[in-house]
């Protein structure tokens, strides 16, 4: 079982930035790949963007492309999401989750979520 803290959310204006971060408390997170994750209130969750097991690739959704950077620091056994230029229709649940197959694999694991806020 690995356990994903996720943390950063809060309320920031349109146009804002805000930086999410991943962690795992016992594990290590340099066998999955990561994905971020989000759900919007009567919505259904969709994929926001992921980074492979070696780091080389990224993905992201079209509407986050150019917004939001997906890093990983295993120093600190960390995963983070930057978003820029936020919207308000970025109002969401963020989670973050892990794949030991790889980006294009179903999730094992996932976090319980921070709640990103977009409005003035």
């Known amino acids: 079982q690995v356990q994903l803290v996720e943390s950063g959310g809060g309320l920031v204006q349109p146009g804002g930035s805000l930086r999410l971060s991943c962690a795992a408390s016992e594990s290590s997170l340099d066998y999955y790949a990561i994905g971020w994750f989000r759900q919007a209130p009567g919505k259904e969750r969709e994929g926001v963007s992921c980074i492979s097991k070696s780091d080389r690739t990224t993905y992201y959704t079209d509407s986050m492309k150019g917004r939001f950077t997906i890093s990983r620091d295993k120093t600190k056994n960390t995963v983070y999401l930057q978003m820029d230029s936020l919207k308000p229709e970025d109002t969401a649940v963020y989670y973050c989750?892990?794949?030991?197959?790889?980006?294009?694999?179903?999730?094992?694991?996932w976090g319980q979520g921070t709640l990103v806020t977009v409005s003035s």
């Open positions: 989750a892990i794949s030991a197959y790889g980006c294009l694999g179903g999730m094992d694991y």
